[in-house]
Structures are given as structure tokens and as C-alpha cells.
């Protein structure tokens, strides 16, 4: 089974490479335009075709991607829940006793002890949590929260709603 992986793996690699290798050359030239021309720097400037597909030459610049764009966090859209009476002061995973006045959550994937950043998309208002149990088991939600938490981002009346879930990098951490 493994030798089979290993000359599918093997197969791809040649597949691709040959791929690679016979796709034509891109012209890369700009066309020249009426706006192109009164700018004596641009028209001048022709970018030439490399040989290899893919690859751009040193004079064609880079699209500029905006510091915002590059520390945006990876986070999840969904559906919260909360509990509290009737957990509280039961073990959760993480091997704490749950406190439904702590600001905290049980989430599936996030790890335990990790923060996360909760918000409600209804009104905005938002709570930052510590992750220390696993869930929620109903389906459709990606986050409880405890009681505390709700209240922080106004849920608690509701039960349920519709929140977005950003995991806060450890070297934020407070």
C-alpha cells in the first residue's frame, strides 16, 4: 500500500514538472495606449518576455498588499451558545472547574488555555475569552461561551447568536 502511494506521489511530481516546461512563454509586454504615450517614462519602459512561465522579469512590479491585509487573523463565522448553572463548578477539559462567571469558552479546535476574541454581529460589542473546554455539541454552533461572557456581548437574553470567533496570537497575550 505504501509503494503505491509513494509512485502515485512520484507520478504527480513528473506530471507536473512536465507541465511546467512546456507551457509557452507569457508576454508580459504592456499595451501602448493614447494615456501611455503622453508620459515619456512609460512609454519608453517595455518589459520583456522571460522565458519560463510564471516568471516575471525585475522590472515588472509586485502587487502592493497593505499591512492590514498581511496581519489580518484567520477567524470563524457562526452561531453561539451559552451555559452556566447547570455546569458550573463540573470539570471542563482542560481540567479546571467551570465558572460560569469567568470569561470563558468551550470551542472543537481551538487549543486549550489559548484566547479568543468574540463578536457579536448584531451589535458589535465584543469579549475576549480564554478557551477551556471543548464544544459546543449542538450542531450548527461554533462557540459556548460562559454566562459572564454572554452578558459581556448582550446574548445572554437571546441564547443563541450569531458571532465571529478570531483566535488572538500568543505574543498579544496580556
Known amino acids: 500500500m ?37 508620459n515619456a517614462a512609460t512609454a519608453q519602459q517595455d518589459v520583456k518576455p522571460t522565458a519560463k512561465a510564471g516568471a516575471l ?23 453561539a451558545s451559552w451555559y452556566g448553572s447547570e455546569r458550573h463548578g463540573k470539570p471542563t477539559a482542560s481540567g479546571r472547574r467551570f465558572d460560569k462567571t469567568e470569561l470563558t469558552a468551550a470551542h472543537r479546535t481551538l ?8 463578536t457579536n454581529m448584531a451589535n458589535g460589542r465584543s469579549v475576549m475569552v480564554r478557551i477551556t473546554d471543548r ?6 454552533r461554533i462557540i459556548d461561551l460562559s454566562q459572564c461572557a454572554a452578558e459581556e456581548i448582550g446574548m445572554r437574553r437571546s441564547g443563541i447568536a450569531r458571532v465571529q470567533v478570531e483566535p488572538v496570537v500568543a505574543s498579544n497575550f496580556q
Open 57 to 79: 522579469s525585475a522590472s515588472v512590479a509586485k502587487p502592493q498588499t497593505s499591512a492590514r491585509s498581511r496581519e489580518r487573523k484567520v477567524g470563524q463565522v457562526g452561531y
Open 111 to 118: 487549543p486549550l488555555h489559548s484566547k479568543a476574541e468574540v
Open 135 to 140: 464544544g459546543p455539541t449542538r450542531h450548527g
Open 2 to 38: 505504501a509503494w503505491q502511494r509513494l509512485l502515485c506521489v512520484g507520478f504527480y511530481a513528473v506530471t507536473l514538472a512536465s507541465a511546467a516546461s512546456a507551457e509557452p512563454t507569457i508576454e508580459t509586454s504592456p499595451p501602448r495606449t493614447q494615456f501611455a504615450k503622453h
